[in-house]
């Protein structure tokens, strides 16, 4: 493989990384942000915003899990190109 082709693949492990640590940050946000809704007056509707919250949060630790199956394929992948 050319030296081309390797920056290639550091490229790819660095937008995982970055991706990762994206939607990593962005659950912590979420988790805050279910804490502050549990806290707010009884006047608005927390079961609906506990709900929309509780989705979201599930929807985006789907996505971590298909994006760490997508990084096992290419480094998979990538392992066979270098043998």
Not at 3 to 31: A, C, M, P, T
Not at 66 to 82: F, G, N, P, V
């Amino acid at each position: 493989m050319t030296k081309e082709g390797k920056g290639h693949i550091n490229s790819l492990e660095q937008l995982n990384v970055r991706f990762s640590g994206y939607f990593d940050g962005r659950i912590d946000e979420i988790k805050e942000e279910i804490r502050q809704v549990k806290q707010w007056p009884q006047s608005v509707n927390l079961g609906t915003k506990i709900r929309r919250q509780d989705q979201e949060l599930d929807w985006l630790k789907r996505l971590i899990e298909e994006m760490q199956k997508a990084q096992t394929y290419i480094k998979s992948s990538i392992d066979k190109e270098l043998i």
